[in-house]
């Protein structure tokens, strides 16, 4: 049983940072894309990032581009999320994911293991 385990949230003023971590257990995700989504209070689920097995390849949704950086660490199993510049936008329960195929963030559906978040709240 895979399990992905968030941490690193919390109350953070406007222009601040945070950085959270996804640990996994159960199973080594070293071939895994991991992926980051964000779920804001009354909206849908939304891709923030996704990192390749190997760490060579990123994607980024527009709104955090240049503010946030992933990266991962495969030895340890667990993959980060470093926040700069937070805004009141950026208010949101943020999930960790796992997937055997690196598009697999474009569909909604398509992630295969998922965390059960951590939320940020960013105060303005």
């Known amino acids: 049983q895979v399990q992905l385990v968030e941490s690193g949230g919390g109350l953070v003023q406007a222009g601040g940072s945070l950085r959270l971590s996804c640990e996994a257990s159960?199973?080594?995700?070293?071939?895994?894309?991991m992926g980051w989504f964000r779920q804001a209070p009354g909206k849908e689920r939304e891709f923030v990032s996704v990192?390749?097995?190997?760490?060579?390849?990123?994607t980024y949704a527009e709104s955090v581009k240049g503010r946030f950086t992933v990266s991962r660490d495969n030895a340890k199993n667990a993959v980060y999320l470093q926040m700069n510049t937070l805004n009141g936008e950026d208010t949101a329960v943020y999930y960790c994911?796992?997937?055997?195929?690196?598009?697999?963030?474009?569909?909604?559906?398509?992630?295969?293991?998922w965390g059960k978040g951590t939320r940020v709240t960013v105060s303005s």
């Open positions: 994911a796992a997937s055997r195929q690196y598009s697999a963030y474009l569909d909604r559906d398509g992630m295969d293991y």
């Open positions: 159960g199973r080594w995700l070293t071939s895994y894309a």
């Open positions: 990192i390749s097995w190997s760490g060579g390849r990123t």
